[in-house]
């Protein structure tokens, strides 16, 4: 009996990883490909269904496996930068900060994973006839609570203004760009 | 004379059990320490993105730790968090009441780097796994104050076989499909992933130059690190394929560690690797491994 509960544990376990990482890289190759996923369709939405419950999820929670292992893949993604500007009441700049006040290292590591939800700001630059999305929104919403707590921080602010940036090689390899995606100011 | 009386002293051969356990505790601590002042801001509520904004993308089946925070509503939360947090730790380190340690430190992991995802990358994930295997394991056998408190038999040769298979099958997964989608995209085969890597504004803290460096090189290291996380599984079947392997797996974290500053994340694939494929253990037999006298389940 105890091989059998062994022998199941351990492909229910693998099973899970298998699939979270199966499904991650099957949409990954389409979206490659910019196709629409057109194989083994039928399998995807089984897996789906059945790996959507939530003892499997909650297991894959709690296991840490419930993310998929594709970092920088395909391709490395492109950063977005952030970059306040802190205004005095007097209109002049008194400080320009690249992040909310964060020190370390491993806070930055933390912080450029963050700063991928700011995505959906990209595509509002490239569209700007388009409604705006909920992540847009979203991403809106966090840039402006970062900039009303950095303006928080100090009495003496009175304005605070966030730009946010993707940076992107130049073709020849040689020379990094900035591009403007998202500007806004608030005042206090 | 005192090095050949040490090699008379009864040691047994070190199982990977030990190092998992004292590495994974001491991942976790890192975890923590590393961000010092900063843990405030971005992992309580009174961090620069407002609470209610980082709510909206939890996960519903656990809570963040800013829900606990706000649940128990107290000025001293924080050192107590600090406090709970590196004492469980530390038992687990010496491994008193291991699998209980191991559990509520996970749960507390979770609930503060993975529950609310916004703030996690890779380094959070294969620690919460690093603490999964803790309490899976037997861990609490080997070298432990659990060991010697309860007179507990080390786990059999069969058990370490089995658990080290799974911890190998486990990394397999990882890299073969990490390897699987990078080679998807045309960046990692032309070099141009090499590159940016080297050159994002957070990662190039150091302002590495590597603009000098031919374009072919840049192409060879890619295709290399597709090489070496694609074929990794081939460990599980030849064993001669292990130490290269391996070898270049570890220098391929030191580097990532050394250009792109991910040291956490790179000391914690070193240590799963090292416990994964050191310290073997065949499955037919080992040759110094002592039933004992005492014996208590």
Partial sequence: MKPIIFLLGVSLHFGIIL???????????????????????????????????????????????????GFFAPNIGSQ???????????????????NPKLKNRESLNRYSS??????????????????????????????????????KSDPAISKVEVSIYLYQEHD??????????????INL | ????????????QPDFLFPLRIGTAGLACLAYYALGDDFKLLYTLDGPVDYMLLDIKKDTLLPGIQTIEKAIDSKHFYQGLSLTYYS???????????PLV???LLLLHACIFTAVPSFSYGFDYFCQIGLFYCLLFPTYRSDSVDKYLWKLIPASTLTLYRCQRILQIHLSIVYFFNGLNKAFGSSWWNGRALWKALHLPYFNISQWDVGFLPHWLLSAGGILVLLLEIAYPLNLLFRHLQGPFI??????HLLISIFLGLSLFSLAMILLNYCAWFHQTRKQMNPNYQSPKVCRE
């Fill in chain 1, 19 to 69: 699939w979270n990482n199966f499904q991650h890289s099957y949409y990954a190759y389409y979206r490659t490909r910019q196709e629409a996923p057109d194989a083994l369709t039928e399998i995807v939405q089984i897996g789906q269904h059945v790996f959507h419950h939530s003892i499997f999820r909650l297991y894959a929670k709690i296991s840490g496996n419930d993310m998929p292992y």
């Fill in chain 1, 80 to 98: 977005y930068i952030t970059e306040f500007r802190l205004y005095d009441t007097r209109d002049s700049m008194r400080l320009t900060l690249s």
């Fill in chain 1, 114 to 151: 963050f700063t991928r939800l700011f995505e959906s700001l990209l595509k509002e630059a490239h569209r700007p006839d388009k409604h705006t999305s909920l992540e847009q929104a979203y991403g809106r919403a966090v840039a402006g609570s970062m900039a009303l707590y950095l303006g």
């Fill in chain 1, 172 to 185: 020849s390899l040689v020379q990094g760009t900035y591009f403007l995606i998202f500007q806004h100011t």
């Fill in chain 2, 1 to 12: 004379m005192i090095f050949s009386s040490f090699k008379k002293l009864p040691f047994r």
């Fill in chain 2, 88 to 98: 469980l730790a530390g038992l687990l380190a010496i491994g008193f009441a291991t």
């Fill in chain 2, 102 to 104: 191991a559990c509520i």
């Fill in chain 2, 247 to 252: 070898g270049g797996i570890i220098i391929l």
